[in-house]
């Protein structure tokens, strides 16, 4: 008799719960993401924010621990990551290929990056890993976009495109691999 | 013919015996009254009109119906028992005759008090006339018929009215003695404007005599003469019953007419005083428009760069794809360290492997324990067979990652050109709130014109209702006295049927007869009139303005309008925002032009051969013409009245004088100053008002 082979469980990134922004990083997001009014923001949706983010902190090899001081969070909800998986699921990748941090080699990295992960730990790990990536780039957003004073090689009047402007243009750190 | 003096009694604002002596000079022609406001230069035309006609005009001060003619002075100094005249003399010349008309009232305290100072006129005004003939004065003749000799039966009762109607019109009179601030008003309104032409044209009487005949309303001769035939039978009872209720549809309509037409002339002057309103305050209205206009502007304009932004946002917010593809170079670098081709070895799949390695031994006996070599080299293959070979998922997503960056790589510039858009409106923006800042300071933004637009949008549509109506009512007024005619008619047949309504009917075929020879009489007099009218209009106003461009035209509507010559075959254009001075302008081409109507007809009926001289021989006497103009226009009709008239009387204010140019036309001795002493009730006049 064939004994029915249960298929493995598995944890797919950014389809199993919402993402929560905290702390000091949600007062970040409030000034620069307005829900549905486009023209007092910098983004369109949230979940923009947290995509580019992730990239940026990555870049710029900027992680940071969550901050739960207080209840105040943002919420991205599911239907916003389902509709945006097309970017975060690559992104994911990117993050789990290039970053370094977690003493893995190369050849490691890019076995994570293309693995879906088996247990909730691996799924949460990485989840996390993302996470600290989009929380360092939110701050360096913030940075560049709310903080940054005008610069005399500014070349627009409105200092909130100047400042968009120069974030795409920010070289930033770019990790060397190996 | 001219006025040669005015001499006042008590008459109003001027205590004891005032006179003023006119310029009979052909080339000086003008006498100028020099004054401020309220020193008494209006009291002066209520003295020509009173003289004249027993008339007085509401000024802008009082009311007809209150005007005290006896000097106030006088009445303080009344006992309750004396009595106090009023009189005014003027002196016509023409040629080697004059004709002195003195006009007087008395006056005596209301009540017996010593406190009330009301006064009641004491019995009627006396009216006489001294013709002089030569230097040479006849008797004086009163206007009450009360004359003795040969006079009695020469001068009867009205008479000396009658003269003085016969030399000035009175209902020209608003003509030749002009108030200037009707000179904006709607005076060329239609009714107005017809009788003047019908009494330039002596045709009053005869349009009072139709009236009577036929054409008036109530009780007309035909009417009353049909009402006294006889008939019998049922066809002429039912003709009488028709024709009685159409008489009645008749009266009704001519009453609508009549009351359309009023509520029409009232709705066309208070319409004109908005539209006059308006005119004065264009600048402001266009200035306020201007600003509405700058203040949308600046909205869409807004609007626009903050869509701008929005695009700039919209394209930022996908932006994680391009940072994500400018990782493109380490994300190769790092593949090109791993091997990740895979082994493709046939049948052997990670399956294989993990048969293999649950066995505890390779098929060639090798042990294949953990810590074995063949082990660890057993691990590293099932990496790179399938299903667990990763270089083709790493591969596409290489690929992912170059389109992600290839189609990014327009997104800054794409941004920039946005920023680009947003500056440049940015700019236009600050411009138009410049232009709006500047506006504002100019601008009266309190005046409420759009109220007064809104005002004038309703007499405009009134005026247009209460025309329609009154066509309407003409249309069946029209209708109904044809059917009557037609039923008369067929009643006269009836009733000749009648012997005992021979005298009737002999009566009333006489009456027709005479009514249709008033009408052939009537208009054959109007015939071309108007055209002669619009000859003398166009002359006028090509002597005044000298302006090839325009010119101007009496149209159906009674009202002068101004057009361009049309350029290259198009259709005249009308002139439909005149300036207040072209509007004066003009009205005094109308006025001057209707006077000059009146003196080529009264050639023509004398026979007179040249007709042409376009000097109109009745004096004018102006009051305050220029008070309304700016001095360029002021200048501008000034210089032009002595050319149009034998004689002028203008009473002027002080700051009018530079500005008319008029000195070239006046002898200082024809020029005079109204003074009045501080919490004075009196005026005085003094010659000589330019030392």
Not at chain 2, 89 to 111: A, C, H, L, P
Not at chain 2, 359 to 364: I, T, V
Not at chain 2, 437 to 465: F, G, H, P
Request: charged share 30%.
């Amino acid at each position: 008799m064939a004994v029915k082979k249960e298929p493995p469980h598995v944890f797919e990134y950014f389809k199993t719960s919402e993402v929560f922004i905290n702390g000091r990083f949600k007062e970040y997001v409030d000034k620069m993401w307005v829900q549905n009014k486009v023209q007092e923001s910098m983004v369109k949706r949230l979940v923009d924010l947290y995509a580019i983010a992730a990239v940026i902190g990555l870049r710029a090899k900027r992680r940071l621990p969550d901050d739960r001081v207080g209840d105040d969070k943002r919420t991205i909800q599911m239907k916003q990551l389902t509709d945006t998986y097309q970017t975060l699921a690559p992104i994911m990748k990117l993050v789990l290929m290039l970053d370094e941090s977690r003493g893995l080699n190369e050849e490691e990295r890019i076995r994570s990056a293309f693995r879906i992960p088996e247990t909730k730990e691996e799924h949460d790990a990485g989840m996390e890993l993302f996470n600290s990536y989009a929380r360092g780039g939110i701050e360096y957003i913030y940075e560049m976009l709310v903080v940054r004073p005008g610069s005399p090689d500014d070349e627009y009047g409105d200092q909130r495109i100047n400042n968009i402007l120069a974030l795409l243009k920010d070289p930033m750190e770019c990790p060397e691999i190996g | 013919m001219k006025f040669e003096s005015i001499k006042l009694h008590n008459f109003m604002r001027y205590k004891g015996e005032t006179e003023i002596r006119f310029s009979c000079n052909d080339d000086k022609n003008v006498t100028v009254v020099l004054g401020d406001n309220t020193f008494g230069k209006t009291t002066l035309a209520q003295a020509f009109r009173w003289g004249l006609f027993e008339e007085l005009n509401t000024t802008n001060y009082t009311k007809k119906k209150d005007i005290v003619l006896l000097n106030n002075e006088v009445i303080a100094t009344m006992s309750p028992e004396s009595r106090q005249t009023v009189s005014v003399e003027i002196v016509i010349r023409d040629g080697n005759t004059q004709w002195k008309f003195t006009r007087t009232s008395y006056f005596k305290r209301k009540t017996a008090g010593d406190r009330d100072l009301a006064i009641v006129q004491d019995g009627e005004s006396k009216l006489t006339m001294i013709i002089i003939q030569d230097g040479i004065p006849g008797k004086v003749i009163n206007n009450n018929g009360e004359n003795t000799g040969a006079d009695e039966k020469k001068y009867k009762k009205g008479c000396v009215q009658e003269t003085i109607e016969n030399m000035l019109p009175r209902s020209l009179s608003n003509y030749f003695f002009f108030d200037g601030e009707r000179w904006g008003d709607a005076k060329t309104a239609k009714s107005e404007v017809k009788g003047s032409i019908n009494t330039i044209l002596g045709v009053t009487g005869l349009i009072e005599m139709m009236k009577h005949i036929k054409d008036g309303q109530g009780k007309t001769v035909l009417k009353t003469l049909r009402e006294r035939i006889k008939g019998s039978g049922d066809e002429y009872d039912r003709l009488q019953a028709e024709i009685k209720a159409l008489d009645d549809s008749i009266d009704e309509y001519e009453h609508k007419i009549k009351d359309e037409e009023d509520a029409l002339e009232t709705s066309q002057r208070e319409r004109d005083k908005l539209a006059k309103a308006l005119n004065d305050n264009r600048q402001i209205e266009e200035d306020q428009k201007k600003f509405a206009q700058l203040e949308k502007d600046i909205s869409n304009m807004e609007e626009d760069r903050e869509n701008y932004y929005a695009d700039v946002v919209k394209m930022f917010s996908g932006s994680a794809r391009f940072f994500a593809g400018e990782m493109l170079p380490q994300v190769d670098a790092l593949l090109a360290k791993v091997d990740l081709e895979g082994k493709d070895i046939p049948g052997v799949t990670v399956d294989t492997v993990d048969y293999l390695i649950n066995l505890g031994k390779c098929l060639c006996g090798e042990d294949l324990s953990e810590d074995s070599e063949a082990y660890k080299n057993l691990m590293q293959l099932r990496k790179v067979i399938p299903p667990e070979m990763i270089g083709g998922a790493a591969g596409k997503f290489r690929d992912l990652l170059y389109d992600w960056q290839y189609n990014a790589q327009s997104l800054v510039s794409d941004i920039e050109d946005k920023a680009g858009d947003f500056d440049s409106i940015q700019d236009r923006i600050y411009e138009k709130i410049d232009e709006k800042d500047l506006l504002e300071k100019k601008m009266d933004r309190k005046a409420n014109i759009a109220a007064l637009r809104k005002n004038y949008n309703t007499w405009v549509s009134l005026c247009r209702n209460h025309e329609q109506k009154r066509n309407e009512y003409v249309v069946r007024l029209d209708f109904a006295k044809k059917t009557r005619d037609s039923k008369n008619q067929q009643l006269d047949v009836l009733s000749r049927q009648n012997e005992a309504n021979e005298s009737v009917n002999r009566a009333i075929a006489y009456a027709e007869a005479v009514y249709a020879m008033a009408e052939r009489q009537l208009k054959k007099k109007q015939s071309g009139v108007f055209e002669q009218l619009n000859e003398i209009i166009s002359e006028n106003f090509d002597r005044m303005f000298n302006d090839g461009e325009k010119y101007a035209k009496l149209e159906d509507d009674y009202r002068i309008h101004v057009y361009y010559h049309s350029v290259g075959g198009s259709k005249d254009y009308e002139e439909q925002n005149l300036s207040n001075g072209e509007a004066t302008a003009i009205n005094f081409v109308y006025i001057v032009s209707v006077l000059e109507l009146a003196r080529r007809k009264a050639a023509e009926e004398a026979g007179a051969g040249e007709t042409d001289s376009g000097i109109i021989n009745l004096p004018l006497v102006l009051d305050g013409p220029f008070s309304t103009l700016s001095n360029e226009n002021t200048s501008l009709v000034a210089k032009k009245l002595p050319e149009f008239a034998e004689q002028v009387i203008i009473f002027m204010l002080d700051k009018d004088w530079a500005s008319s140019g008029l000195d070239e036309f006046v002898l200082p001795e024809y020029c005079y100053r109204v003074n009045k002493e501080e919490k004075a009730n009196s005026s005085t006049i003094e010659r000589g008002g330019l030392e």
